[in-house]
């Protein structure tokens, strides 16, 4: 029997978010409507928008002087890069030029990203796990922060930078959960 996401480690949770992700687009590739496509792509952008804060605030900071530190910096610019079209999906509808191309680019972006964090040995859930942290605790401060991020996010709040020129990177360098004043 699958685990609830209740019941879940944060790795556990982590990959539950990227097939949910990965079955909008694969409904978004099939789907003929306009109105069908426009009601995936905000789904996607939604998920993608509280999967990155999870990470980003949670998850990435525990992992910080644990794992990779290339891999780790990768993965927020990469977060990035999927947050700029995020907010351009967003902005725009199904009518628009590029719309479809946006939304697939977004899909392929994720890929990428979902394969550098799920790789075997090398990729960041494997070390993270090696590097002994602890995904229970992980998960529970991951699903508190995914509550307020749904929230957050339905009312409408974009998707924010940490990596790019005139963005507060030092976020993107924390150690330590957002939030969490424990040092």
Request: include cysteine; proline fraction near 2%.
């Amino acid at each position: 029997m699958a685990q609830t996401y209740e019941e879940m480690d944060a790795i556990a949770m982590l990959k539950a978010d990227h097939r949910k992700v990965e079955e909008i687009f694969a409904a978004f590739e099939k789907a003929t409507s306009k109105s069908r496509k426009q009601a995936l792509a905000e789904q996607a952008c939604l998920e993608l928008k509280v999967h990155t804060a999870i990470e980003e605030e949670v998850f990435y900071p525990a992992c910080r002087g644990k794992i990779d530190e290339d891999l780790l910096n990768e993965a927020y610019v990469e977060h990035d890069g999927a947050k700029l079209l995020i907010n351009d999906i967003e902005a725009g509808g199904p009518e628009e030029d590029f719309y479809d191309a946006k939304v697939k680019v977004l899909s392929e972006m994720i890929e990428h990203h979902v394969k550098e964090e799920e790789m075997r040995a090398e990729g960041m859930f494997a070390q993270a796990r090696a590097a002994g942290l602890d995904m229970d605790a992980l998960a529970d401060a991951m699903r508190a922060r995914k509550a307020t991020a749904m929230e957050e996010f339905q009312a409408g709040k974009p998707a924010v930078t940490l990596t790019l020129e005139g963005d507060d990177t030092e976020k993107a360098l924390l150690d330590t959960p957002m939030g969490d004043t424990a040092r």
